[in-house]
């Protein structure tokens, strides 16, 4: 199922990355910032960013957006940010620090109306949620914190919520719940949310100095 919003969660500080505003990395080939490619991936729909940190430097450089300020971006996590943004309207949530694909969204317009993007990943930092599904691949539970079975996978930071009642009541758990990150306050009784793993689309996260240098490695290999 298509849908015409994406919400960029934009405003927190890059304190790991010398206080740059990660949405306004800089891809090391193509030289593109994390926001502009996600412009590029949310082709003709409807773009809000939440901002926060250094927002005038975000605004100023793409003021064809829609903008969402969170005042209390140092004080909370990115489920305020998404509480701020999210109403009724079906929409994409994604981290504002991640180079994603084009591909990798049209794919998931053809998917659920509802899922969460996953990875099995073996290394996890301590911030990440971990997911549990059921047979037929419908969310039943996630956390936070060391990873209870490695059959549960990462959600890496990029959700589709097109249900009016999993819009209204994420939108809630997200403003009652501000500390948490937005995985965590994932309503998934209010509607079947499904697992949709990555494969191999392009697709990377930069928190730290290290991520950064992984990426300019990858693009270095033949």
Known sequence: MTVS????????????LDGICKVLLRHPTTGKTILQTAIEAFNGK?????????????MQDY???DY????DWAASSNALSLGL?????PAYV???????SRDLIAELDQSAPDLVLCEGRENRSLTAVHCVFDEAGVLEETYHGPVRDHKHPEAIGLFKASSSALLQRWKKQCLKHSNLFVGETLPFDSAPIHRHDLGEHAFDEINTHVDYLNLLQRCREP
């Open 5 to 16: 919003r994406a919400i960029i969660l934009a405003a927190g500080q890059g304190f790991q």
């Open 46 to 58: 409807e773009i809000t960013v939440v901002v926060g940190y250094k927002a005038i430097d975000i």
């Open 63 to 65: 003021p064809q957006l």
């Open 68 to 71: 969402v300020i969170n005042p």
């Open 85 to 89: 943004a999210l109403d009724d309207r």
């Open 94 to 100: 994604v981290s504002g620090d991640i180079f994603l």
